[in-house]
């Protein structure tokens, strides 16, 4: 089937970016806004767009019906849903399905599939890929006081239907287990309607690596590369960059047979990424997210491919082998900076307003994904991100560099960012030798101008 009309359905800097991608590909794009966003840059970006309700995402970027309606009063006859929002909702993909709207995405028992933690982790063992040590399925606070001793502290309290951090706590000894696991719980059924736990071992000095995929859903899967996104706060990433400086040739090797192995097990297709924890020459399966990632354009500038295109094509009915004949060889080093309207010095509070002065940096090897503009409002309903930064050179001293000659060369005025932050980490020493954990930043907070008064 030859897609000739989608539907965006999210919005900001991941929506300018499928829209580029369609039209550089002759088709038509349609974008949704809430009333909020009515002059964001992807509205502008688009040939059409419709407005699907007020500020609130609950009743605009998550209302199912209204972007089932959005697309079939627009003749569109595909959805993209982004990262975020509804992009690994299976009601979402089959209310598309039942449309006869292509949703660019995995199937919707796939999303299922994945989207559990506990059920990943039962499917990946099936598939002969390890996790991380810790409990087979859910746990009540007795099963975890017995697993945590089993496994034996620090743990990881994590929800079963979560992500991005929430429902999660760490625990370092079984005293301070049961108010983890109440709070845990809560902030699950807050977060995701489901307060189902489950315990993992607490990796210490480990990396997080992902590798990314391409699938066709009969077979064909296309390892992309894989990216390291260890420099975090609060489970949030910060900065990422491939390849990753922790991974040597065999453990690379290794890496991407078990994702091609995960993948054919089960029936995967479309784009996806296999979360893994590097520790001690080894690596661990923590979970699959079933959609784009927003550090994805790293792996796209080493591996010289448009995942979004691919998607696409892939949603389309292309195989593996019509999207790329011969296997993706990474050429260079990129790095990707975030910048998301926040104040690092007070906890990264989150600082909605009016963008006063947007100067993106320019020159070679710069790519700058963003919808925002000089007079944009930034809302205060939706994600911080503003921006991502990326660079790419021909190794990664050199990457380094070009990155923090691009955050210099940025300029936002108006609301606070956490660009000085970056500069700061790709200046400290540890980051330049690429000697850093998911800890890290925490570890180092004392010796970063833009943290020092946190």
């Known amino acids: 089937m030859s897609i000739k009309r989608v539907l965006v359905a999210n919005r900001g800097e991941v929506a300018v970016r499928v829209l580029r991608a369609c039209q550089e590909l002759g088709i038509e794009a349609v974008a949704v806004y809430s009333t909020a966003d009515e002059t964001s840059g992807h509205v502008a970006l688009a040939e059409r767009a419709v407005c699907i309700g007020p500020p609130h995402a609950a009743e605009s970027y998550l209302d199912i019906p209204s972007l089932i309606a959005a697309a079939t009063t627009t003749g569109c006859d595909a959805v993209h849903p982004g990262w975020g ?78 992500g991005g951090g929430k429902g999660m706590r760490l625990v370092e ?75 040597s040739d ?73 999207v790329r004949s011969e296997p993706l060889r990474a050429r260079g080093h990129a790095i990707e900076v975030r910048i998301n309207a926040e104040d690092p010095a007070n906890d990264f509070m989150p600082a909605p307003g009016l963008i006063t002065r947007f100067v993106p940096p320019l020159g070679p090897g710069v790519r700058v994904d963003t919808h925002i503009y000089e007079g944009y409002s930034v809302p205060p309903y939706y994600d911080s991100l503003l921006a991502k930064i990326i660079v790419w050179a021909e190794d990664r001293p050199r990457a380094t560099a070009r990155a923090i000659r691009a955050l210099r060369e940025l300029r ?43």
């Open 85 to 162: 929002f509804l992009a690994e909702n299976s009601e979402f993909a089959r209310a598309c399905e039942d449309n006869d709207l292509s949703f660019i995405g995995p199937r919707p028992e796939t999303i299922d599939l994945m989207g559990d933690k506990v059920s990943a982790r039962i499917a990946m063992t099936k598939a002969d890929v390890s996790g991380v040590p810790g409990s087979a399925g859910q746990v009540d606070l007795a099963q975890a006081n017995e697993q945590a001793r089993e496994v034996g502290f620090p743990v990881l309290l994590k929800a079963s239907a979560g």
């Open 412 to 454: 936002i005025e108006g609301v606070p960012t956490t660009a000085g932050l970056a500069i700061d980490i790709l200046n400290h020493p540890s980051f330049r030798e690429g000697e850093y954990t998911t800890t890290w930043l925490e570890d180092v907070v004392s010796e970063l101008p833009a943290l020092a008064q946190s």
């Open 250 to 322: 065999a453990l690379r090797r290794d890496m991407t047979e078990t994702a091609e192995r995960a993948c054919r097990a089960i029936g995967y297709q479309g784009a996806g990424t296999l979360e893994f924890l590097v520790a001690d020459g080894d690596f661990y399966f923590i979970e699959m997210n079933t959609r784009l990632q927003v550090e994805h354009p790293v792996t796209e500038l080493v591996a010289g491919f448009d995942l979004v295109q691919a998607q696409i094509a892939i949603a389309g009915g292309a195989s593996i082998s019509d």
């Open 173 to 247: 000894d079984a005293d301070g287990l049961a108010a983890a696991f109440e709070t845990a719980s809560a902030e699950a059924q807050a977060a995701f309607g489901n307060d189902a736990l489950y315990v993992e071992k607490a990796l210490t000095n480990a990396r997080h690596v992902e590798v990314q995929v391409l699938c066709d859903g009969v077979g064909g899967v296309l390892i992309v590369g894989e990216r390291e996104c260890s420099i975090q706060r609060r489970h949030q990433k910060l900065i990422e960059e491939a390849p990753s400086p922790a991974v």
